[in-house]
Each structure stands twice: as C-alpha cells, then as structure tokens.
C-alpha cells in the first residue's frame, strides 16, 4: 500500500463549523490531490499540490481551501460546513510521470 | 470542459461470465487512461494506458486504449464474485497529472 494516511477518517460536524482534514504521505512524492466522491459524479478534484506551497484549484473547490507547508502533508480545510460537503474525500499522491494512489478515504456528515 | 464517460453505470451477471466496460474521453492535453477498481474504500490501481491499441493484461483482466476513438475498454473473463465493485476510469492530464475521472460502473456478481 503507498503510504497515505487521511486523518481523521470518520466526522461529524455542525453546518458553519470549520473542518480540517488531513493527509499525510511518507512517499516523498511531489503531487498531491484532494478529491471528493458523491454517488453520480464519480471522484472530482477538489484542490491539489504540486509542491511545497504551490498548490490550484480543481473543478469543485468552492467552500475549501488547502495549505501544503511541508512535502509531506496536505491540508484540506472547510472554511464553514455545509451539507453539501457531506461526502467522502479521498487525498491521493503521484510523482511524475506514474499513476496516482489513494488513501483510505474520510467520511465527513455535516448537519 | 474535460469529460469522461463510462458505461454502462450498472451491470449485473452471473458468476462465469465475461464482461466489458467502455470508457470515453474528451480531454484536453491527454496523457494516458488509467482504471481502478473500488470496493468498499480507496480506489485500487489496476491499468495505465498510454499507447494506442497495445493490450495490457493482469489475470483475468485486460485493457486497451484507443486514441483514435478517445475510449478504452475494460474486459473481465470468467468473473467471479470478489470481481464485484465499482470500476473507474480516469484521464490523466499532462502537466499536473490531474485525474478527470468518470462516473464509474458498478459491476456485481452474483453466483
């Protein structure tokens, strides 16, 4: 298994509570991903990292932010929940040139 | 806008059977076709496809890319109920090695 850990893994949250998730990867790639998955809409890529402090947005990233301060950690942050959110969010690491792998997966329930 | 499109996005048989998955793309800056296999958690890496019409092949399962068409398909002999999942495919792009993922298909076995 690629060494991807996602904390916490399981939360429950109020709407308009801040929620920070976190990855952590003991890989030394250079490219992480945040992604969520909703049934219908397959995986979508909420933020992702191409280095220390370089990070973009992906196709869903309104409502999040994400901070990368060391190669090894990946935070996705959730300025104030809604049940919108309510999803599962899954990080993933790459280096170049070869495939992307997943961590385990957080489920977050916003009510 | 980057699009891909599985199906079909559910699909029932019998233990023993062959199935295909069809995978469509329409990607800027392509790089390959990936597809990965979700069971109850993290997605799992089974194929990276680069190269047009070269079969690529793990057991019982096997994949090929076709550029000229923008699809790809995933074939499954002799099925067996741990087969049962939900197959995704994804583009990657070039640069950032995004991943623009489809809406997968849920395979299911039944014995």
């Known amino acids: 298994d690629a060494g991807i850990t996602q904390s916490p893994r399981h939360k429950v949250t109020e709407t308009g509570t801040p929620v920070t998730l976190r990855c952590h990867q003991t890989?030394?790639?250079?490219?992480m991903y945040w992604y969520r998955q909703d049934p219908g809409h397959g995986l979508r890529l909420i933020h992702y990292s191409y280095g220390v402090k370089d990070t973009d947005k992906g196709e869903v990233s309104d409502g999040y932010s994400v901070s990368r301060s060391k190669t090894e950690d990946f935070l996705l942050t959730l300025e104030s929940a809604t049940s919108s959110q309510t999803s599962v969010y899954f990080c993933?690491?790459?280096?170049?040139?070869?495939?992307?792998?997943f961590g385990e997966g957080s489920w977050l329930t916003v009510v | 806008e980057d699009k891909v499109v599985q199906s079909p996005l559910s699909l029932v048989v019998h233990e023993g059977d062959t199935v295909t998955l069809n995978c469509s793309y329409e990607?800027?800056?392509?790089?390959?076709l990936l597809w990965y296999k979700q069971e109850k958690k993290a997605p799992t890496f089974l194929f990276m496809l680069t190269s047009s019409g070269i079969e690529k092949k793990s057991g019982r399962l096997s994949s090929i890319l076709d550029k000229k068409e923008l699809s790809s398909i995933l074939n499954i002999t002799a099925t067996q109920t741990g087969d049962s999942a939900i197959y995704l495919c994804?583009?990657?792009?070039?640069?950032?090695?995004?991943?623009?993922f489809g809406q997968g298909t849920r395979l299911t076995i039944n014995p």
């Open positions: 990607v800027t800056n392509f790089r390959s």
């Open positions: 994804a583009a990657q792009i070039q640069g950032a090695q995004k991943l623009v």
């Open positions: 890989e030394n790639h250079r490219y």
């Open positions: 993933a690491i790459s280096e170049s040139r070869n495939t992307i792998y």
